[in-house]
């Protein structure tokens, strides 16, 4: 297996001064300050720091839901900020899987429908039984949200995710509805696809304990990145605890 | 200051409605709209009532009339002795055929006798300017007020009158109004021509001269004593008038004006009931919808506000209070169109009826009458989604709610949603899971649509009655009425009157008609059989044949007379002989207008022992020779009047154009505000329940048109299931408002108008789809982080 150890010769993103600013004179917030990053393609990162410290904006700007300031972003060779409305909404529809804390499934649709609705915009997806059966959900393919339980919707929302074969996953509190049992299932699910489809990971947590399975963990404070740690010695989900 | 005099609860309340202040316009204006025509209406009938009782009483309107062929003066004084005439006054009332140089065809007047000793002291005229004609100058008269703007006649003008078949000069002294006369139409005609009818009063010696009428008077007109019983008194006055060949006395039942006023009033409040309750429907589905939503999203407040202590009646009475702030602004919005409508109306009813002055006003019961059906109407709108926030438990409330649970709405979806794409299937099952919440739309934007069906239904009605009655029933140009009842021989002389192409007799005849214990005072028609001109219509319609034998009756009369065909009825001359007789109903008719009876003119001769008399001809006219017709007949003293078709049907197409037309765009004005209010509040709710989900599609890589679709395609769904709802209950309203309008002067039935019904489908749409493009431009501004980053 390939260890990655420092940022790879082939990144899939590329920031240089990122910056974002809400609002404006006195009252500003700087959520992002001259943020330089480099993700390698597969890599899993883990983005780890309280919350208000930028990790979510910097993973919102990275998944095209939100624009930078000032500063560059690039997915391979495209730039984003450069990027229009349509376009933003192109790069997601192509290349990034999103999963959310609260899971945002549709509560009109049952767990294999809400894998479709990502299926009829994608270009080679996964079928939903292949998806909802890589998160261990293939029994419970026609439940609705409501009777799904908060470990169940999230894998069905990582199954939503990964259906079509994303080149980027970016999961913003993944595990932080979740108890250490369940969040466990969906973190496993997470890297297995990682491992499978190679997708660059991001998994943004304010959870020390989740970043030990990350291959390079960046700590944020105050906008700024602190510190990117490389994990030497990577743990399995099943030996996390929170 | 002001500030701390408000609770904080009040402040939030405050903030609230302002947060709605969309759906809050939404109510105002829809409420503002119904009872807008509310106070409309009920004020008008009551200022047209008022002012009706007050210019009857300044100016002794009367409560009886008899209409004789001649009695001496002396017989006057048999009738005052009459217990409970108060008054009485016999006049000489006639015809005259005017020579106005203004117009070319000839323009009629119905002429009345002023008192040898001044002032009427029954029906007294309003002087609007000049003097009372002198006694002793027998050219002196006085005209209508609006003959004489018509015909730009003013004080000292010349008028050339042919009365009794010599021809007068007349100048005028005077220009008035009398309450006999508040609306004016020629005999025979439904509506005013006042360029070619008037009145004329002239002193009585002058008229009694011209109509060879000295010592002797046509007309009684009569005042009764309070609480009189006119029945007996016109059975006394009939006794007495027997024998000068009068035709019954009458009450203002029968005068063509007061009667033409009592059916405005009776459409005044069909209409302070029709459409109000429409609007008061819409406004308490509007209400319901947005103070759902309102709760809905306040769950948590609800929760906390009772976990501080605040009792279920406080925390209903919080939420209660938002709704009659609608209420309020509605009202307000209300009272003051009310206001501005009733005065644009009291406009157009100036130039109709012939009041000294009608203004319009509504007292205070017409104004807290719209105050509490605007406050009932939200609260009606209100109750069940204050009775969800009384009925939550603290605990419950503060707890986040469950997503809501399509299991229950998955069955016939189910088998739908294979059809359909994951997009399709979010709208189908949201309409299925909310089915009250959908069925509140469906009938909100149905009715909007019914609205516009019976608007459209009704110039549909109108020309459909104008057509048959002038294409298919009376396609003559003319028709001359002889100033009395001539030989058939003298069609010979009207068939050689310049222009006379071809010819038809006609005859009249004012009768009872009687059924058990019904009993209708009408006229019967004789027509001719394979009459060109003037012909009966049937169902549908198609013109039929006058019957064989027997009499024909409009059905309007036939259901007076509670009489089929095959029935026996008694028929009796009002005037002439008194002739009695038995006669079987052959068959019913469907005249537009009017609803008299008909028979074979011979049939009618020979009923009345009167075989081959005529009261008059339908002419066809060469309009190339239109201009010498009518120089002769305004010199023919034989002729009591000539009615113009075309002139009939333009004053009928006028009227309706102003009354229908005007109603017609206020209608579809209010049907887009009804249409645009439920479409756009039933959106934004749609909008705010499914702002994350529609949020997560963007973030999934849809494009904002295709999470429009999810979003506008739920309302179109329901906009499309109310299209079949809103025609036919278009339908119906429209035959049932049929119903309330029909009197005995027209018959109108419902007329299927496909075009109509195209326009309210599509009016409707493109309402909905208004409302759902300003709703959708909430997609552009959806905060995709934000919204997704909440907890429900």
């Known amino acids: ?242 | 200051m002001v500030k701390a005099r408000f609770h904080p609860l009040d402040r939030k309340l405050l903030r609230d409605v302002w947060r709605m202040r969309i759906h809050a316009a939404a109510v105002a204006l829809v409420l503002g709209c119904g009872l807008s025509v509310y106070i409309m209406s009920v004020g008008m009938r009551a200022s047209l009532e008022r002012t009706r009782a007050d210019y009857y009483a300044a100016y002794q309107m009367m409560d009886l009339a008899a209409d004789l062929v001649r009695a001496p003066d002396r017989v006057a004084a048999d009738l005052q002795r009459i217990p409970d005439v108060a008054a009485i006054e016999t006049r000489i009332g006639g015809y005259a055929l005017l020579d106005a140089p203004q117009i070319v065809e000839p323009a009629s007047a119905r002429l009345v006798s002023l008192p040898l000793d001044g002032r009427p002291r029954i029906n007294d005229l309003a002087m609007v300017r000049g003097r009372w004609p002198d006694p002793a100058k027998a050219e002196e008269a006085v005209v209508s007020e609006a003959f004489a703007n018509a015909l730009g006649l003013e004080i000292g003008a010349r008028l050339a009158a042919t009365i009794h078949g010599r021809r007068h000069i007349l100048t005028i002294v005077g220009i008035a109004n009398a309450p006999e006369f508040v609306f004016v139409s020629a005999p025979g005609e439904l509506f005013p021509q006042p360029e070619r009818f008037g009145v004329i009063w002239m002193g009585r010696t002058a008229l009694a001269r011209a109509f060879d009428m000295s010592g002797t008077f046509n007309e009684a007109i009569f005042r009764l004593a309070p609480g009189a019983d006119s029945r007996r008194v016109s059975a006394a006055i009939d006794e007495a008038l027997r024998a000068y060949g009068s035709s019954g006395a009458y009450g203002r039942d029968r005068m063509m004006s007061d009667r033409f006023l009592s059916e405005e009033m009776k459409q005044l409040t069909t209409m302070a009931i029709f459409l109000p309750a429409f609007f008061l429907l819409i406004a308490a589905f509007l209400v319901n919808i947005a103070l759902g939503r309102v709760i809905a999203t306040e769950r948590s407040n609800i929760g906390l506000l009772k976990a501080f202590g605040y009792a279920d009646i406080a925390v209903a009475w919080h939420y209660a209070k938002s709704a009659l702030l609608f209420a309020a602004a509605g009202a307000m919005l209300a009272s003051i169109a009310g206001i501005i409508l009733g005065r644009a109306v009291a406009d157009i009813y100036r130039d109709y009826y012939h009041f000294p002055s009608l203004d319009f006003s509504a007292d205070a019961a017409t104004f807290a009458g719209a105050w509490a059906a605007a406050i009932c109407a939200v609260s009606i709108g209100a109750i069940f989604s204050v009775w969800r926030a009384v009925r939550l438990a603290p605990a419950e409330a503060l707890a986040p709610p469950r997503p809501a649970n399509y299991a229950r709405a998955s069955g016939v979806s189910s088998a739908l949603a294979v059809y359909l794409d994951a997009k399709s299937r979010i709208i189908l099952r949201r309409i299925q899971r909310f089915p009250r919440r959908a069925a509140t739309t469906v009938i909100g934007i149905a009715l909007a649509m019914a609205l516009l069906v019976v608007s459209g239904a009704f110039p549909a009605v109108m020309t459909q009655l104008l057509n048959v009655h002038f294409s298919v029933a009376n396609r003559q140009d003319v028709t001359l009425s002889f100033a009395a009842p001539r030989e058939i021989a003298v069609m010979h002389a009207v068939t050689r009157l310049p222009g006379v192409i071809y010819a038809e007799p006609f005859r009249a005849d004012d009768v009872i008609l009687r059924h058990g214990r019904h009993e209708v005072r009408e006229a019967v028609f004789g027509l001719p059989f394979n009459a060109r001109l003037s012909r009966l219509i049937g169902r549908y319609g198609a013109a039929v044949e006058p019957p064989p034998a027997g009499i024909a009756l409009a059905r309007a009369l036939a259901e007076r007379l509670e009489a089929s065909p095959g029935d026996a009825i008694e028929i009796e001359q009002v005037s002439g002989r008194r002739i009695e007789a038995r006669i079987r109903v052959s068959s019913i008719v469907d005249p537009m207008v009017g609803s008299s009876a008909y028979m074979n003119i011979d049939d009618l001769g020979r009923l009345f022992r009167e075989p081959d008399r005529i009261s008059g001809a339908h002419l066809a006219l060469d309009p190339a020779r239109y201009g010498a017709f009518n120089a002769v007949i305004k010199e023919t003293p034989a002729l009591a009047g000539a009615s113009f078709l075309r002139q009939a049907e333009q004053s009928m197409r006028r009227t309706f154009d102003e009354g229908v037309g005007v109603m017609n765009y206020l209608y579809i004005a209010f049907a887009a505000i009804m249409a645009g209010g439920v479409a756009f509040s039933a959106a934004r709710v749609t909008m705010a329940e499914q702002e994350r989900d529609l949020a997560t599609l963007r973030v999934l890589g849809f494009s904002r048109g295709e999470v429009s679709y999810v979003l506008v395609g739920e309302l179109f769904v329901l906009a499309l299931l109310a299209v079949p709802l809103g025609c036919a209950l278009g339908t119906l309203l429209g035959i049932w408002l049929m119903r309330l309008f029909q009197t005995d002067m027209y018959s109108f039935s419902f007329t299927f108008d496909p075009g109509g019904y195209a326009f309210a489908i599509a009016f409707t749409l493109a309402c909905v789809a208004a409302a759902a493009f300003v709703v959708r431009l909430g997609i552009d501004r959806l905060d995709m982080v934000g919204v997704l980053k909440a907890r429900d």
Not at chain 1, 42 to 63: D, F
Not at chain 1, 139 to 151: E, I, T
Not at chain 1, 226 to 242: C, D, F, G, H, Q
Request: aromatic share 4%; charged share 25%; with cysteine.
């Open chain 1, 1 to 242: 297996m390939t260890q990655v150890t420092s940022a790879a010769p082939l990144p899939a993103f590329q920031t240089a001064a990122l910056s974002k600013t809400y609002g404006d004179g006195p009252t500003a917030v700087h959520a992002l300050r001259d943020v330089d990053l480099k993700i390698a393609e597969g890599e899993l990162i883990v983005l780890l720091g309280p919350s208000g410290s930028g990790k979510s904006t910097l993973l919102n700007i990275l998944g095209g839901l939100d624009r930078a300031s000032s500063g560059e972003v690039r997915f391979h060779d495209a730039s984003l900020v450069a990027m229009n409305d349509r376009a933003l909404t192109h790069f997601r529809r192509r290349h990034v899987g999103f999963i959310f804390q609260f899971y945002n499934l549709i509560p009109s649709l049952t767990a294999r429908e809400n894998v479709d609705l990502v299926r009829e915009i994608a270009e080679d997806p996964l079928s939903a039984e292949e998806a909802l059966d890589l998160v261990g959900l293939a029994d419970r393919m026609d439940h609705f949200p409501a009777q799904l339980s908060g470990g169940e919707q999230q894998r069905v929302a990582v199954a939503r995710a990964i259906a079509k074969r994303p080149a980027v996953l970016l999961c913003d509190e993944p595990t932080g509805a979740l108890d250490l049992k369940t969040g466990v299932r969906v973190l496993e699910a997470l890297v297995e696809i990682n491992k499978r489809y190679r997708s660059t990971t991001l998994i943004v947590t304010h959870n020390a304990d989740v970043a030990r399975l990350g291959e390079r963990v960046i700590h944020f404070a105050d906008g700024r990145i602190r510190v990117i740690e490389t994990n030497a010695a990577r743990v399995p989900p099943s030996e996390l605890k929170w």
